[in-house]
Every structure is written in C-alpha cells, then in structure tokens.
C-alpha cells in the first residue's frame, strides 16, 4: 500500500513538474514605428502582451540620451520593447499592429517626427522573426491598396536602450498631452488614409 501512495505521489509529481516544464516563458519583440509613445500605446492593447518600454536601438553610440537620439546622427530609432506571452499571442499578431500602426511608404520618418531617428522597422532576433517578418512585408506588398514598395527594414536586433523614465508609459501619465501630440502630428488621420477600418 505504502509503494503505491509513493508511486502516485511521485507520478503526479511529476506530471506536475513536466507542466510547469513545458510553460513558455515571455518572449521580447522590438519594432520602430516613428514616436514611441505612440508605439507603446499601440501594442498595450493587445492581449497577451506583459510590458513595452520604450527605447532606442539599432545605433553605435552606447547608452543614448534622448536628446542624442532626437538630434540624429547616433544611428539609433526611437522603437518599443514587447514582452509579450506566446501562449496568448504570437509573432504574426505582433506584426499586424505593427504595420498597421505605421507608415510604411515614408522613407523620411514618420508622420510629423522627420529623421532617421524615426524610421520604421522591425528588429528580428531569430530566424523564424525574420521568415516572418519579410513574408507579412511581401504579402502587403503584393496587395493593391499601398501599391508601392514598402521601405520598412527588417535587420538584426542589437542592443536596446530603455528611454527615460519620464517617456515609459506617457500616454497613460499624460493623456491629454499624448492625445494632442498624436493629432497635431496627424497620425490617426494617415493612419485611416492607409489602412482603413484595419487602422489601430
């Protein structure tokens, strides 16, 4: 009887443990679509994603400063940082309020932000991001509706650099200045010219 209980106990065991096991862990995405407070707002919507912190990356200059960055001539976008649970959202959900979030025919920025520092793009970490990154690029492509060649990079993730403090969740901190900055710089009014019913 003794054995038994023992042989139950240990099987739920680990049964127990193979589940906690095989839990997938948070993973990280990172794109830059112009502003990233816009960025940021853009994907805390979307179930399944942890945190955003907004940052810069895809430079050389280490450890930027906002004022560096928004000068230009680091090399560095301002982009967001996704975490995000894979069990509740993948990649390609990712990539769809990703593009539908930016411009991406504007070679020069985005919207009324101007500068390499705004550019847009997606910083893949892996093989499949990139497979899957440059697929959802050429099916846009391939549609009538934009009817041009996107000029979105899709490159290598390098290190990233979270902005300051006073940048990470403003649209929450500061709604009503977010909201007036967002309209100033027509961002909703391209987005709905490119995307239609689709703008997020």
Known sequence: MLHKTLFGLLTALGLWASAFGNEQQPATAT???GCFWCMEAAFDKLEGVVSTTSGYTGGDLEDPTYEQVSAGGTGHAEAVEV?????????AQLLEVFWHNIDPLDAKGQFCDKGSQYRSAIFYRTDEERRLAEASKASLESRDRLGRTLVTEIVPATTFYPAESYHQDYHKKNPVRYKFYRYVCGRDKRLRQLWGDGAQ
Do not use: H, M, T
């Not at 975490?83 to 990649?91: F, G, L, T």
């Open 31 to 33: 794109f830059a679509g």
């Open 83 to 91: 975490i995000y649970d894979p069990a509740k959202v993948d990649y």
